[in-house]
């Protein structure tokens, strides 16, 4: 994308969410802070995605992990967010870590079976949680602020959530431009050079593949203190596949993408879902049409599934 049609769409969205707490009402802002919220889950995958050349189908396990996690926390007498969240979070960068350590000793097609096979596992955990609602999920009292905001503000949540965005892009931006940054993506082209001057691939992606949990996670913390319900949808697979249709309607490798990518989906259910009954097929329409005329970025995308690409080199 032109750096100065890119920049300038990075400029708009930053006016209309500073604006929109002033110029929306109180569902039409929720709407907003939901877009923000995905966009953290979409930058996490975009890591994968875009930078580690890793395609998941699962990483709503760990949206569901931060959202249950932190429902149970606070049902257990824990209500400060302070607490909550670093524990919901953690929680999610574990089980990133346990399934990143086994699904990552695959590649392609393989690696994203065995990630939506965890997904699963995870996902019929949550539905046999009887104690929590089961199918039905459960309610969540809101995580408070030691008084600091109220949570329960519209208003002051959406801040807090736009707050803790742009903070987790910037440092996303520093991430993937520092040395890091540059083996996660050498391991992306090519893992044989990266091996032959004595850098690991596997750790270099498992360290992506726990803090992209670890931001799904937070996510999920996020998503289940905004609707104030839990349910384990959340983690479902159908779930994933939005994150990672978010994050090709914006655009891989740029971590501004999953920002715009959520925006627009969202929108999009929204708008398309007011229009017609059938609003699913239109949706899926438009990220075909997006895809195709993704073109380039399509066929890398593809390419990252054959699993001879990792052993040629």
Known sequence: MNPMFRNTILVALAAIFAAAPWALDEFSLNLVTRMLIFGIAAMGVDLLVGFAGLVPLGHAAF??????????????GLE?????????????????????GLSLRSSGLYFIMITLAFAQMIYYVFQSLRAYGGDDGFALTRNTFAGLIDPYDSRAFYFLTLAITLVIFLLLLRVVASPFGVALRAA???????????????????????????????????????TGYITPGYGSWPQSGELLMMVLLGTAGTIWGGLLGAAIFVALSEVLSEVSDHWMFYLGLLIVLRVLLAGGETTKLLKRLDPRRRADG
């Open 63 to 76: 949206l569901g992990l931060g959202a249950y996690a932190a429902g149970i926390l606070t049902d257990m």
């Open 80 to 100: 400060s967010a302070f607490v909550v969240w670093p524990l919901a979070i953690m929680v999610g960068a574990l089980g990133a870590a346990i399934i990143g």
């Open 188 to 226: 992306r082209d090519n893992e044989a050079r990266l091996a032959a001057v004595g850098l690991p691939a596997f750790g270099y992606r498992l360290v992506a593949f726990i803090l992209s949990g670890a931001l799904c996670a937070f996510a999920g913390v996020l998503l289940a203190n905004l």
